[in-house]
């Protein structure tokens, strides 16, 4: 069954915001699909939805990487040949992201092992509520402000474990990722910043699983006005998604997730309660 307009364009636009804001894209895509009555996204939706949000997340976060691959760069240059002095923090935030992409890559090879929970409303009531106590344990802690020069190793590995786990469905990587920073005393913008670009990483490894699915089970068939209500759906999801990173930016420094995570727990208990309708 085919989704009609309305239907494709919420869908794009919801899922472009939930993949930025910490409340579990996947759960959202889930319950949307289940209110119209399909099973499941089809493959070529799938991998343009996944795509306008890798487009978003790489836009937003250029000019950070022009800043570490030119520092990666200079630091190739012998140091008296240099014209400039080497970037030493982008060079360190290029080391945390490397970190941070191990448990990310795990996490990826692990993902088609979990995608049959995708569709269980009762496992993703489970996991909307856990991912609102993820979101929520931060208000208890105090602020501080690590980055990428005073972190660990093992403190970048455990924010990298944070986008592992939101491979199941129910729980952010974004969120996962600040709340887990946060408890490593890591500043809430700067946390944001790199959980930004790992979920990009992430974004990339699902679009491998997208085009695998599109090869493996191959497509539906097309027509001028599908590929058309397809298109437009992306660049709704697109634009969501920049929009969502803009509201992130602006909320979190002041306000952190817990309210995202007071949002989680009622959609939780909406989840729980459908489940036992359905």
């Known amino acids: 069954m085919n989704l009609n307009w309305l239907q494709s364009l919420l869908l794009g636009f919801v899922s472009g915001l939930a993949d930025i804001l910490p409340v579990s894209a996947q759960a959202h895509r889930t319950l949307l699909l289940e209110f119209f009555g399909v099973k499941s996204a089809t493959s070529l939706m ?23 691959n030119r520092a990666r760069a200079l630091a190739r240059v012998p140091k008296r040949k240099r014209r400039r002095p080497l970037d030493v923090r982008s060079m360190m ?18 993902y088609k092992y979990v ?10 009531a489970l996991f909307l509520f856990l991912n609102g106590i993820i979101l929520y344990i931060p208000q208890f802690l105090p602020s501080s402000n690590k980055d990428s020069r005073t972190l660990s190793r093992l403190e970048g590995l455990a924010m990298g474990f944070g986008c592992t786990a939101s491979i199941l469905p129910g729980i952010s990587t974004v969120g996962t990722m600040i709340s887990i920073g946060s408890v490593c005393g890591v500043e809430r ?36 006005v599908l ?52």
């Open 46 to 68: 799938a991998l343009l939805l996944h795509l306008s949000v890798f487009a978003a997340l790489y836009l937003s976060n250029q000019g950070q990487f022009i800043k570490m």
């Open 93 to 110: 935030d290029w080391s945390l992201v490397k970190t941070m992409l191990v448990p990310t890559v795990i996490g990826l090879f692990l």
């Open 115 to 124: 995608r049959k929970l995708e569709t269980n409303l009762l496992t993703i």
């Open 189 to 224: 913008v700067y946390s944001l910043n790199m959980a930004l670009i790992v979920k990009m990483f992430m974004m990339a490894g699902l679009l491998v699983y997208d085009v695998l699915g599109i090869i493996s089970g191959g497509l539906e068939a097309l027509s001028f």
């Open 227 to 278: 590929v058309v209500k397809y298109l437009v759906t992306a660049l709704l999801s697109f634009g969501a998604a920049m929009g969502g990173i803009r509201m992130m930016r602006r909320f979190v420094a002041d306000h952190g997730c817990a309210l995202f995570g007071v949002y989680c727990w009622g959609l939780s208990l909406f989840v729980f309660i459908l489940n036992l309708v359905v």
